[in-house]
Structures are given as C-alpha cells and as structure tokens.
C-alpha cells in the first residue's frame, strides 16, 4: 500500500502537466480543424479547412521537400557527429567529458544568435566571401549560399551535431570494453572489431539521435524564414504564416495535425527497425 501511495505521488504531477499542457491542447487544436472560421462559434461543423489542404497538392509537395531536408539534416548531422562521438569514448581518455561539454557549449548560446551568425557568414561581407575573395576566386562580396535550400540545410546540421553526439556518446560509453578485446584477442583488425561490434552496439544511439534532430527540424520556420528566404521555406513557415498573417486558425491546425501524424508515422516505422529502448547495457 506504501508503495502505491508513493507511487501515485510521484506520477500525478506530471501526469497533471502532460493532461493540461499537452492533450487538452491537443484536442483543442483536433476541434479547431473543424470550425469555419478562426474566430466564429464550434458548431455547426466545417471541412472547409479540410476541403482548403486536400485539394491543394502544393502542400504536399512543400511537405515532401521539408521531409527530405528534414532526412539529410539528420543524416548529415549523425555523420559528422559519429567519428566526433567515437574519438572522445575511446581516444581521449579522463578528458572525455571536459571536451564533451566544450562540444556542446555553442548549444548554450541562445539559438537565434547562432543561426544570425551563419546570416553574417554567408552574408556579403561575411567570412565565406572573405575568404573567396582573397583567393582570388571573386573579385567582389555576393551572398553566397545565403537564402537558399543550402543555407537552411548547412545551418541546421551546425546546430543540431552537438545533439546527435550525445545519445551516440551514451551509446558507445556503455559498450563492454572487454567485447573489444575479445575481438581483438581473435584476430579480428580494427575495422571489422568496429562494423561487427561497435557499430551495431551504437544503433539505438543512432536512432535517438536520428529522433533528437529530424522531428524538430521537420517542423522548423525559425532557421528557413532567417537564412532561407524564399526558396528556403519548409511547411513550419506555412503552418506559421495561417497563425500569424492570414489568421486562418483552422488551416493551420489542420496543417499542424498532419504533421504530427506524419511524425508519429516516421517514429513507428523507424522504431520497427530499430528499437531505440534496446540501448546496450555493459554488464
């Protein structure tokens, strides 16, 4: 009986958080797909929203492409932060955490000032223009890569490494060391002790990091609206803009529920293949 009381108390208060912060306002969000105005009364119940994004392939078409810079985002980030990842576990000794911390100090900057600071690299008179221009490359300052595809995607995966290193981080941290030297006592060389051992040890590190930056980035406007400019915009800008300038609440709630339900697609069929909740545990 104890156990349960103490049980009870310890998951009421997030269990309170979760209901009114985050399912009450879900449903409201569900109900608001279905009103005819932003402003107008529930009922009678309207599809007009529905009708508005269905007949609309543009939509889908900027939901695909968001999808797939979305994908390479994460891709990208998990292949640059890997080999970081790797050679703090297993080089760097007692040092590991001092320079895991300095890899993840950018992170405390505040979010906007990082991304204005690729505007101002890619920007006229920025490092990258510089740097063309004393090469001889260029003979005067032109935004380079700024407010494209590219820029969204480069800005991105900087910001998002540091998030991808860590969950593969854990993973490798919990990898018995002495499966290495079993390896190794066997006569297997280093890479086939890495792709038969350490790599598959580190997929569900893998898979959270793929988690960590793909759905945040699929719903991304912030990064898109201050480097991407026009060609550089993702459905986030769309679902922003029927909030904000055409105040089409329905629209964008109908917007905002198919994106949850895109996500929780992706998560599913992800983790069917690779289980993130099998993290490798070091007897």
Avoid: C
């Avoid at 000794?93 to 101002?120: H, N």
């Amino acid at each position: 009986m104890e156990n349960k009381r103490r049980l009870f108390a310890l998951i009421t208060p997030p269990s309170v958080f979760l209901l009114f912060f985050f399912l009450i306002p879900l449903v409201i969000m569900a109900l608001y797909t279905m009103k005819s105005s932003t402003f107008g009364p529930l009922f009678p119940l309207s599809f007009e929203a529905f009708t508005t994004f269905f007949s609309n392939p543009a939509y889908f078409v900027l939901l695909l492409n968001s999808s797939q810079l979305a994908l390479l985002t994460a891709v990208l980030s998990i292949l640059l932060a890997y080999p970081v990842a790797y050679y703090l576990v297993f080089y760097t000794g007692s040092r590991r955490v001092i320079l895991l911390t300095m890899l993840i100090l950018p992170a405390w900057i505040s979010y906007l000032l990082r991304v204005l600071a690729w505007k101002v690299i890619l920007g006229s008179e920025g490092l990258l223009n510089q740097l063309l221009i004393s090469a001889g490359l260029i003979e005067n300052g032109a935004p380079i890569l700024l407010f494209s595809q590219a820029a969204v995607l480069i800005t991105l995966v900087y910001v998002w490494i540091p998030f991808a290193a860590l969950p593969i981080f854990a993973a490798m941290e919990r990898i018995d060391p002495r499966l290495h030297e079993a390896a190794a006592d066997l006569g297997a060389p280093p890479s086939v002790t890495f792709w038969r051992v350490t790599f598959p040890l580190t997929m569900p590190g893998v898979a959270s990091a793929f988690f960590f930056v793909f759905i945040p980035t699929l719903g991304e406007w912030v990064t898109p609206n201050l480097v991407g400019g026009v060609s550089g915009i993702m459905y986030g800008n769309l679902i922003q803009d029927q909030f904000g300038r055409a105040l089409n609440w329905p629209l964008g709630a109908l917007m905002s529920m198919v994106l949850l339900v895109l996500v929780g697609v992706f998560s599913y069929v992800f983790n069917r293949f690779i289980p993130i909740t099998e993290v490798p545990v070091s007897s």
